[in-house]
């Protein structure tokens, strides 16, 4: 589910997210299919981003993201249970490349 | 500074609230919290009175961090349904949050992870008040907030020594100040009579056998602690991930698709999460 800048969206995308005003009152509820008219609202409420649907855009590489992962666990390698916690989260972030 | 008298610390931190840098609403809140018969009638009133904080009580209460089903859309149905303690809890979180981002860069998405993933473990366990939970995480470095906010220049000291000689930012505060976030954090939640399972929650996660009263709501909020950290989300003083305590995790005896569980639930609501300040 990501966060992207309201310039950025394109007609054919679905809220992940009801677009809210910032009395919280629901403008469009979440699944609402974007076409161009709704994008223009979108843009003229003054808000920044939206949440739309899909799977989440990764900042950085997934080598970079593993290099940190073993600089994290750098100090408890071969700790009582540790290998197992890294082992679990090391899958959790490739799942996220996937 | 490393000869820092306890008493003198810990009354200081119990009169936080008269430091010139800590907002207004942090301290009208603590006034009101202090009271040790407060109802949820005056809480519920006293949200209401602050639209700034009525926006941002609402908008916690319908995050990912509670989970409940449907939206809450008043103070007063949602002081109802947390309860006095929680609502004590989400009250003192979301006042803090700015500070925190101020205290800290990082402790801020830290402490909403870690108060996802305590719910989710709670939930998990079958905890009959998951809610709770999820304040304790949240709140549990509630210490460092306060440690920076009354010594800026010794917490910088502890935190340049933490990354200097390579030691948990826990052993680098006891050098500094001779007491830890840990013991800060239960000192304020003492003070501002929270629930005896919340106190120890902030005063155990890093020793969680110590736990007497709650050693399962103290196991959760160490492991969800732990695993933020893992993740790498957020920053609390160091990036290194701390060794479990092996009593903690047994307790909990998490297998791995549960553990797979929380840290995909912290991935899919982290974002919308940061929202919430």
């Known amino acids: ?27 469009l509820g979440e699944g609402t299919e974007l076409t161009a008219t709704w994008i223009e609202r979108i843009q003229d409420m003054g808000i920044t981003n939206v949440f739309v649907a ?45 | 500074m490393s000869n820092m008298d306890l008493k003198v610390l810990r009354h200081k931190v119990e009169n936080i609230n008269t430091l010139p840098t800590v907002p207004g609403v942090l301290k009208r809140l603590s006034v009101v919290i202090e009271k040790p ?78 108060a996802i993933a305590s719910r989710v473990i709670a939930q998990k366990k079958g905890l009959k008040e998951p809610e709770e939970v999820s304040v ?4 549990h470095d509630i210490g460092k907030v306060i440690l920076t906010l009354e010594f800026p220049t010794e917490y910088q000291a502890a935190m340049n020594e933490a990354q200097g000689k390579s030691i948990s930012i826990f052993d680098a505060e006891k050098n500094q100040f001779n007491a830890t976030h840990a013991n800060v954090g239960s000192w304020l939640a003492e003070k501002w009579h929270f629930p005896r399972n919340l106190i120890e929650v902030i005063e155990c996660h890093h ?54 569980d929380v840290l995909r639930e912290m991935e899919d609501n982290m974002e919308s999460a940061e929202d919430i300040s």
């Open chain 1, 1 to 27: 589910m990501p966060k992207i800048p309201v310039s950025k969206l394109e007609p054919g995308m679905k809220l992940a997210k009801p677009v809210t005003a910032k009395s919280g009152m629901v403008m």
């Open chain 2, 37 to 114: 018969r407060i109802t949820l009638v005056e809480i519920s009133a006293f949200i209401a009175n602050d639209p700034a904080l009525t926006t941002k009580v609402l908008k916690m209460v319908n995050s990912a961090i509670y989970g409940f089903p449907g939206r809450i859309a008043s103070v007063s149905h949602a002081t109802m349904l947390l309860g006095l303690n929680i609502i004590k809890g989400l009250l003192l979180g979301v006042s803090v949050f700015e500070l925190m981002q101020k205290a800290m860069s990082g402790l801020y998405e830290h402490s909403l992870a870690c």
């Open chain 2, 207 to 260: 020793r969680p056998a110590l736990a007497k009263n709650a050693p399962l709501e103290t196991a959760i909020v160490h492991m969800a602690d732990l695993l933020v950290r893992a993740r790498g989300f957020g920053f609390a003083g160091e990036i290194f991930v701390p060794e479990v305590n092996a009593i903690a995790y047994e307790l909990l005896n998490l297998s791995s698709s549960d553990i797979k």
């Open chain 2, 136 to 139: 304790a995480g949240l709140l």
């Open chain 1, 54 to 98: 899909g799977p989440p855009i990764q900042t950085i590489s997934k080598e970079e993201a593993l290099d940190n992962l073993n600089t994290r666990f750098s100090h408890v390698e071969g700790k009582p249970y540790m290998n197992v916690i890294k082992k679990i989260v090391k899958e959790h972030i490739e799942g996220l490349y996937e």
